[in-house]
């Protein structure tokens, strides 16, 4: 049975001005320290691989989005990996943030100190053939396997850029973009509703923060979905990790079934990484974090995701199981229901702390 959601303010702004937006507030610099750990597999893959030129198209959608987005130093279109459009967010404090506008999908999350958070996997492709495979893949308008395509749509087909801005301030700029995708031929070829969603990513100091937003703006059709931040994250050594914030809790484990999984409930003060994990904690509250393994931890503070995934393949995935974790913010047990005109909001914040 879905769970209904009644109509909200969940306007998205499609702006087609020609200069960005500046909003007025003060950036909060997070004083934590990063994690410790070397930068990997990100920052190494984009250094050794052969540089791909962009195609003219994607070329005139970097172009258009400096012009029209672009803030100096702190909101920047660039061609990423495989000669993609990308957007990088710069906060003066020295964190960034990149983003694939295909998928809508966030690559990279690195501190002041340049320390990487994210994980991309190394059978990661920038060819537009698949989903990038790591960073954080946003899952819509399907969690999981079920009548359409594995984890959905949205991280397999290009997202628009729809506003950005940052904090006038001079010393303390917020960089923030907004992402925009609305159904299309193709999408509707897929699954028959008319949507808009949208993915506000905000540059915190050291915080990032991401606004999920799904509207339904038709006059006469209700849908369902599910929806999922599928985060990677990155570890020293995956034995040496453990989620906390989730004992007590229910959860259906998938590794027993992936389409009739047991419900258990969560006896341990973390969840330790000791072979193939897929559980979907329900109900699972605001706060958790991922314990890295070298004295530093990844808090993701969330509000409006309801459920919460743990997941890692084990040895399935031998060249990248020992790095990464995922800790994933879900609306996965119980589908969201939007009917005509009202809309459905969820907001993370990941951010480092000490232990």
Request: hydrophobic share 40%; glycine share 8%; proline share 7%.
């Amino acid at each position: 049975m879905a769970s209904s959601v009644a109509p909200v303010d969940s306007s998205i702004c499609v702006n087609a001005r020609s200069t960005p937006a500046r909003r007025w507030s003060r950036c909060f610099i997070a004083t934590r320290k990063p994690i410790r750990h070397a930068r990997r597999v990100l920052g190494t893959a984009r250094a050794v691989a052969d540089p791909v030129q962009p195609t003219p198209e994607d070329q005139k959608t970097i172009d258009d989005i400096n012009e029209i987005f672009g803030v100096e130093d702190h909101v920047e279109a660039f061609a990423g990996p495989g000669g993609l459009p990308f957007i990088r967010l710069s906060h003066a404090c020295g964190s960034s943030v990149e983003i694939s506008l295909f998928g809508g999908q966030i690559t990279s999350f690195r501190q002041a100190s340049g320390d990487e958070v994210l994980y991309i996997r190394p059978d990661a492709v920038f060819d537009r053939s698949k989903p990038i495979a790591g960073g954080i893949p946003l899952c819509f308008p399907q969690f999981g396997p079920g009548a359409i395509q594995q984890h959905g749509f949205a991280r397999n087909v290009d997202w628009s850029v729809s506003d950005s801005s940052a904090d006038p301030n001079p010393d303390d700029r917020e960089p923030e973009v907004q992402l925009l995708l609305r159904d299309n031929e193709f999408t509707r070829s897929i699954w028959p509703h008319e949507f808009q969603a949208a993915l506000t990513v905000n540059l915190h100091g050291e915080r990032l923060r991401l606004d999920f937003r799904v509207i339904n703006p038709s006059s006469g059709g209700t849908f369902d979905f599910t929806a999922a931040l599928h985060s990677y994250i990155e570890v020293v050594d995956v034995e040496r990790s453990a989620v906390v914030g989730l004992q007590g809790l229910k959860y259906l484990d998938k590794v027993v079934s992936a389409t009739s999984p047991p419900e258990c409930e969560e006896e341990g003060e973390a969840v330790l990484i000791q072979g193939p994990v897929d559980r979907v904690y329900l109900d699972a509250g605001e706060y958790a974090e991922l314990h890295v393994g070298n004295g530093a931890a990844v808090a993701l503070s969330s509000h409006g995701w309801r459920d919460a995934v743990v997941w890692n393949p084990w040895t399935a995935m031998p060249d990248a199981y020992r790095r990464f974790v995922c800790v994933e913010n879900a609306v996965a047990a119980v589908p969201i229901r939007l009917d005509p005109g009202s809309g459905w909001r969820a907001r993370l914040e990941l951010y480092v702390k000490d232990l």
